[in-house]
């Protein structure tokens, strides 16, 4: 045993050395000597954005696309209708289980904020609608998966169809309303 551990410490440990960047090697199916595949050109995409960009015109005044009005007014439902209910019948269920009355609260003075703001044309306001929105279609979506009947599937369906297709319309008014500008950015 005393010989073992006098080999041990006659050990020096090495100094570890940064790895070596090797050529990559070629696939089975494809010669050594082949050529390496062209990249996208560096400049294509930004010109595509550029493009479309230029197509953009800024929301005027007064102006408010059906898209937006239809977000104000699925938001006010939905926060004037669940403050409703709360407030008339003093508690909310969902699915025969009974809900917070403060989460109810909170949710319907967040969708009824989200409605204003949109009305107003904020940028915060179509965004944070957005953001409910894509818990909303992947709230529907995982819950079609767990349809026990055809009512579900057809409910699921049409709410995932249709929060996707607002969530897309919202995306280009999104990039119409112009962001704030501030004094010092």
Not at 6 to 20: E, F
Request: glycine share 10%.
């Amino acid at each position: 045993m005393a010989q073992r551990s006098s080999r041990k410490r006659g050990r020096r440990r090495q100094p570890a050395t940064a790895p070596v960047a090797t050529a990559p090697r070629p696939r089975q199916d494809e010669p050594a000597n082949a050529p390496a595949p062209a990249a996208a050109p560096p400049g294509r995409s930004e010109a595509r954005n550029a493009a479309v960009r230029a197509t953009l015109t800024p929301l005027e005044p007064g102006e408010r696309p059906w898209s937006l009005k239809i977000a104000v007014l699925i938001a006010a439902l939905i926060g004037a209708g669940d403050l409703m209910t709360v407030l008339v019948a003093g508690e909310f269920k969902v699915g025969g289980a009974r809900a917070g009355a403060g989460g109810v609260i909170l949710f319907s003075v967040l969708m009824l904020v989200c409605a204003v703001g949109m009305w107003q044309k904020r940028y915060w306001a179509v965004l944070g609608f957005q953001a409910i929105l894509a818990f909303v279609i992947l709230f529907f979506s995982l819950l079609g998966l767990r349809a026990a009947n055809l009512l579900a599937v057809v409910a699921s369906v049409l709410v995932v169809g249709g929060g996707g297709w607002l969530f897309y319309k919202l995306v280009r008014i999104l990039s119409r309303i112009q962001m704030p500008k501030y004094p010092g950015g």
